[in-house]
């Protein structure tokens, strides 16, 4: 074909992958790496992870600089921002502790008391239930609570707003200095916010963050203190997560290419083929991005940034290529000689990769799809393309001179080849000895946040006295109504648990919002406008009560006989609202209210409890066991595919070079460079995840490559120093690369960065270690 | 219109405490002549002699007159005041009530009802500035009085009458004035008007407990 079409083709390509790309939404869904979840509980529990209540928390803290900035001034502080912030549109609910629940809340709460509180009953407005309420308000105006007391006792004397005030504050808040939330200690002024935007709305979640420094700065200069501000939350992670990966994948990796780029440089001495080398890799990520924006409909940020990585291997194409351009090979022969390998390398990469296909994890497929098609691309531009672009006059590279320090490197690790395979033997036999403890079962390992943030999260959280809710009851419907109902029924069986101990504690959906039928119920209970009057008058006989002050309470209880039902709508514009949508869901045609319990001291009573209630499709969750369970399902399938990756890898080999034994000296350096990673990893105490398990492909993807050139045969047939000095060039920029993502402050970078940092290092050494002896070779008989 | 129970309950015990703090019934005594020589009767050299008791021990008898109530409610009991933080008001008639404030803890127990609440000072600003006012009496500072209350002094020595009236907006709207009136070195009478038009006597009487 002629060079130019070569060219116009390649343009059309890329511009059409372009244009594709320019169309695509980049999302920043960190929850694509959270398990695609068989069963409707566990995809609530995404569900929730992604979109829920928890999801829009945002955990504030205030910090002195200095010992010298007291608890007065922060509190301060606190309270100026929430002014400010209270205003935001980005908040649906600011609180600092300041002030009860809203102002909203509690008109809602009084306007509704009768259809809202549970205590409503027949028995309560008899003559003498009523008369039981006045004699223990008469207790209440003798108290030195008389003063609270006398303010709502003639509108609700039988107490409702009491009952649901404490029905709804239930649970330990945080302790008060001066007015506000501060921790145990003194030191923290603390807030929690709730975000209009759901979690994983990360733009939002941004502006949110964003809000929320300003309205400190602000704060912060008005006060003129020094004092600092702490941020956790789920949003706020995935935010900062986002940031971090961004900034770091960024830095190193420009950090990374511009030394790679002078180890070519050093090597070549032309800046031509340091320009060169990028083109195939540039031209498959632009193909594997096109790929994944065809197969998804959108790109996930993190993929982008992993895939450029998973690429390493296109970028050695090109090394390869122009480390075997000598006297005697032009460009397109060396080409030819090396294809074989070059083909057989991307497939195994390729077959690799495809392992991530089928992980079931949303996030891992399409950075397994942007891999394959990417080295592909990568592959075909090196073909197809580079030939056409290398000069006539390039430099033939002159390697005589690397022999002899090769030599010395190659002689002593020989020498080692016995106790390496006893430790490759023994470690192995290890490995699989401790089976699943060498794992991270923590669901939470694959969450992208630094451990110094989980930290601080945990100790916000436990200042706010909000500790993660663990256990969850889950009934269904098939309208909300029927939702709402088989909460009450649920809720009706955990009241004697609750008093009997076994429980601390839980919330309800129907405690927002109670079903119709409830309503209808407690509307019942209230007797007519004249039987009421007269069972109030007969009640209060004896007591020094004045006569008609208790016209409120009649007036608000007949109006709320035959006032509309409480619906949905009526609690927009309060807290309760969001709270209500968290607690009741719908997912495809069923309705689920989620109970979550407080302070479970024993599960058995609970699900026995649930059992007896009837409901069907109860289900008593435990959140964070459901949620290991379920990764560690994922894990063992992402496993299995690997290993499934692993043998057809081996089979590829096999009927490519066309010998068992051939196909073995291939694979052991690369087994022995995993297996020996994988110790390195258990000697320092690091858990693996699903991370280390892509970061172990690509060892094998990469590794591949250098073990067929360094294969024994390979080298003893062709020119052994300039596959030794590509394969060093290649392993040298991984190292560079990989190790400076080792460095980075994200764990997911810095476990891929040093599984891969290590194991291109070692897949080198076991190859030369296991590979021909120097005097075998031609390049050392010279000297 | 509508407030937290547990802040207006803190609302509440501070007032009382203040009440019970200020009965220093048995002050002549305690009181030296350094500060009877100093002349000029004031705000000043009041708060002074407060500050150097001890312990005081009273009995009292509250009227309340409530406008849900045709007639006054009265409680009866006794009051003990211990330096430098301990208060105790214990209701014994209508019903056994006691109201403990200790440190930054106020704790009312109602044994009948098996009911013992404790909520800490801190929990809320108005208290807070009722507490501090309280400890400013206590240690005799008048400029961190003067910082939460407008202070009047009324009469002379042999009768006197302190006026205090919440600056704050807050405690404004709940408490509108706390009258405390006595004779010589001895609190007599504590009458708290709230804003809302419910009043209370408190009368302290002597060689009690």
Not at chain 1, 267 to 281: D, E, G, Y
Request: aromatic letters at 6%; glycine letters at 8%; charged letters at 20%.
């Amino acid at each position: 074909m002629r060079s130019v079409w070569v060219f116009a083709l390649l343009g059309v390509a890329l511009a059409l992958c372009a244009a594709l790309l320019l169309r695509t939404p980049v999302s920043g869904d960190l929850s694509a790496f959270l398990p695609r979840s068989p069963s409707p509980a566990q995809q609530l529990l995404v569900d929730q992870l992604r979109e829920g209540v928890v999801s829009r928390l945002v955990l504030v803290a205030l910090e002195g600089e200095s010992e010298g900035t007291g608890s007065t001034q922060l509190a301060q502080l606190s309270e100026t921002m929430r002014g400010r912030l209270a205003a935001d549109p980005h908040f649906v609910s600011v609180n600092n502790g300041a002030r009860g629940p809203l102002e909203a809340e509690g008109q809602l709460l009084f306007e509704r008391r009768y259809l809202l509180s549970p205590a409503v009953t027949p028995a309560r407005f008899t003559r003498d239930g009523l008369h039981a309420a006045l004699e223990r308000n008469l207790e209440l105006l003798a108290s030195p609570v008389s003063m609270l007391a006398s303010e709502w006792i003639a509108a609700d004397p039988t107490g409702e707003m009491l009952e649901l005030m404490d029905l709804l504050d239930a649970g330990d808040g945080p302790q008060k200095r001066h007015g506000v939330w501060f921790s145990r200690d003194g030191s923290r002024a603390l807030m929690i916010l709730q975000t209009q935007a759901e979690g994983y709305d990360l733009e939002a979640q941004a502006a949110a963050v964003q809000s929320i420094r300003w309205a400190f700065a602000h704060a912060r200069a008005q006060a003129g203190m020094p004092a600092r501000l702490l941020l956790s939350g789920p949003g706020v992670f995935a935010v900062s997560a986002r940031h971090a990966i961004k900034h770091d994948a960024l830095r190193l990796s420009l950090i990374a290419s511009m030394l790679a780029s002078a180890l070519l440089l050093y090597a070549f001495r032309s800046l031509w083929i340091v320009v060169l080398t990028l083109i195939p890799v540039t031209c498959g990520a632009l193909a594997g991005a096109a790929a994944v924006s065809l197969g998804f409909g959108a790109i996930h940020g993190v993929t982008l940034g992993f895939g450029m990585t998973l690429m390493g291997e296109a970028v050695d194409y090109a090394v390869y290529l122009f480390t075997h351009i000598d006297a005697r090979n032009s460009a397109a022969s060396a080409l030819r000689r090396l294809w074989p390998a070059l083909v057989v390398g991307m497939l195994t990469s390729v077959f690799g990769y495809g392992a991530m296909l089928f992980s079931g994890f949303p996030g891992l497929a399409q950075l397994g799809l942007f891999s394959i098609v990417g080295v592909m691309a990568a592959l075909l531009v090196t073909r197809v393309v580079l030939p056409r672009l290398v000069p006539d006059d390039l430099a033939v590279l002159e390697l005589a001179h690397l022999a002899a320090p090769m030599r010395c490197m190659m002689s002593p690790l020989q020498r080692l080849r016995l106790p390496a395979a006893a430790l490759v033997v023994f470690g192995l036999a290890w490995l699989v000895s401790q089976g699943g403890a060498r794992w991270d079962d923590d669901l939470s390992s694959l969450s992208p946040i630094a451990q110094a943030d989980k930290a601080l999260d945990q100790a916000l959280r436990a200042d706010l006295g909000a500790p993660d809710v663990r256990h969850v009851l889950i009934v269904s419907g098939t309208s909300a109504q029927g939702a709402l109902e088989a909460a009450e029924t649920m809720g009706e069986a955990l009241e004697p648990l609750r008093a009997q101990g076994h429980i601390a504690g839980f919330d309800s959906p129907a405690r927002y919002l109670p079903s119709m039928s409830a309503q209808r119920a407690r509307q019942a209970a209230i007797p007519d406008a004249p039987t009421l009057e007269q069972r109030m008058n007969e009640a209060a006989e004896g007591l020094p009560y004045r006569s008609e002050i208790f016209k409120p309470f009649l007036a608000a209880a007949s109006a709320a006989r035959v006032s509309a039902l409480l619906e949905r709508a009526d609690l927009e514009r309060s807290a309760y609202a969001l709270k209500l949508d968290s607690l009741l869901l719908e997912r495809r045609g069923t309705w689920y209210a989620i109970l979550p319990l407080r302070g479970v001291a024993d599960v058995s009573p609970v699900s026995y409890a649930a059992q007896r209630t009837g409901l069907p499709g109860a289900v008593l969750l435990d959140v964070k066991q459901e949620a290991d369970a379920l990764y560690r399902g994922y894990r063992d399938r992402a496993l299995l595919f690997a290993l499934i990756g692993a043998a057809a890898m081996f089979v590829l080999l096999w009927g490519a070079l066309r010998s068992l034994r051939r196909a073995f000296d291939v694979a052991l350096p690369i087994v022995g460079a995993i297996v020996t990673a994988c110790l390195v990893l258990a000697v320092a105490e690091v858990r693996l995840t699903l991370f280390h398990l892509v970061a172990l492909l690509l060892v094998a993807g990469v590794g591949s490559n250098y073990a067929l050139l360094l294969e024994r045969r390979a080298l003893l047939a062709g020119d052994s120093v300039r596959s030794l000095a590509a394969v060093v060039l290649c392993s040298g920029s991984t190292v560079i690369a990989f190790g400076l993502l080792a460095l980075s402050s994200t764990p997911v970078l810095s476990a891929i960065g040093s599984t891969v940092a290590l194991g291109a290092v070692l897949i080198v050494v076991f190859a030369l270690m296991f590979g021909p002896r120097p005097d075998e070779l031609v390049m050392f008989r010279k000297h | 219109m509508l407030r937290r129970p547990a802040a207006s309950l803190a609302l509440l015990l501070a007032v009382q405490c203040m009440g019970a703090v200020l009965v220093p019934h048995s002050l002549a005594e305690q009181v030296g002549p350094a500060v009877q020589a100093r002349g000029a009767w004031g705000v000043d050299s009041l708060l002074l002699q407060f500050a150097q008791r001890r312990e005081v021990r009273a009995q009292f008898v509250e009227v309340k007159h409530l406008r849900l109530l045709a007639r006054p409610l009265v409680v009866s009991g006794t009051l003990l005041y211990q330096a430098p933080d301990l208060l105790e008001k214990r209701a014994t008639t209508p019903n056994v009530e006691i109201l403990r404030v200790e440190g930054d803890w106020v704790t009312v127990e109602i044994p009948a009802r098996r009911i013992r609440r404790s909520l800490s000072l801190q929990d809320n600003p108005v208290l807070w500035v009722f507490v501090e006012s309280l400890r400013a009496t206590l240690a005799g500072d008048a400029a961190t009085l003067a910082r939460f209350h407008r202070i009047t002094m009324h009469g002379d020595a042999r009768a006197w009458r302190l006026e205090l009236a919440p600056i704050e907006p807050a405690m404004r709207a709940v408490i509108a004035s706390i009258d405390i009136s006595g004779r010589g070195h001895t609190i007599r009478e504590i009458e708290v008007r709230e804003s809302r038009g419910d009043r209370s006597v408190m009368t302290i009487l002597e060689g009690g407990g």
